[in-house]
Nanobody, 124 residues
Framework: QVQLVESGGGLVQAGGSLRLSCAAS????????MGWFRQAPGKEREFVVA????????YYADSVKGRFTISRDNAKNTVYLQMNSLKSEDTAVYYC?????????????????WGQGTQVTVSS
């Protein structure tokens, strides 16, 4: 099975940018559809973005369209989340997840493997 480790979180001012990384080990990410979710204090975990294992199809939550970009480098076994024009409402713990079978990429239940999360804090 695959293990996932996120990095790249931190404190940034509104309007700034961050790039999160999700490094995988144990198995190659080319076997998985990959997603990013986030959870703010007191809120449910929510879908942010996902990318199919082929890399050809991506899916974004409306709240991040045009600002966030997901990409994958199968050779480095890493998935990235480039976040631009950050807003205070983007503040959350961001989780990387891997799925080997789901058709509903926006549903957390479809992912069997999760990282430990990385904190993103956007100050206004």
């Amino acid at each position: 099975q695959v293990q996932l480790v996120e990095s790249g979180g931190g404190l940034v001012q509104a309007g700034g940018s961050l790039r999160l990384s999700c490094a995988a080990s144990g198995r190659t990410i080319s076997s998985y559809d990959m997603g990013w979710f986030r959870q703010a204090p007191g809120k449910e975990r929510e879908f942010v973005v996902a990318i199919r294992r082929s890399g050809g199809n991506t899916y974004y939550a409306d709240s991040v369209k045009g600002r966030f970009t997901i990409s994958r480098d199968n050779a480095k076994n890493t998935v990235y989340l480039q976040m631009n024009s950050l807003k205070s409402e983007d503040t959350a713990v961001y989780y990387c997840a891997a799925s080997d079978h789901t058709t509903a990429l926006a549903a957390a239940a479809g992912y069997g493997y999760w990282g430990q999360g990385t904190q993103v804090t956007v100050s206004s």
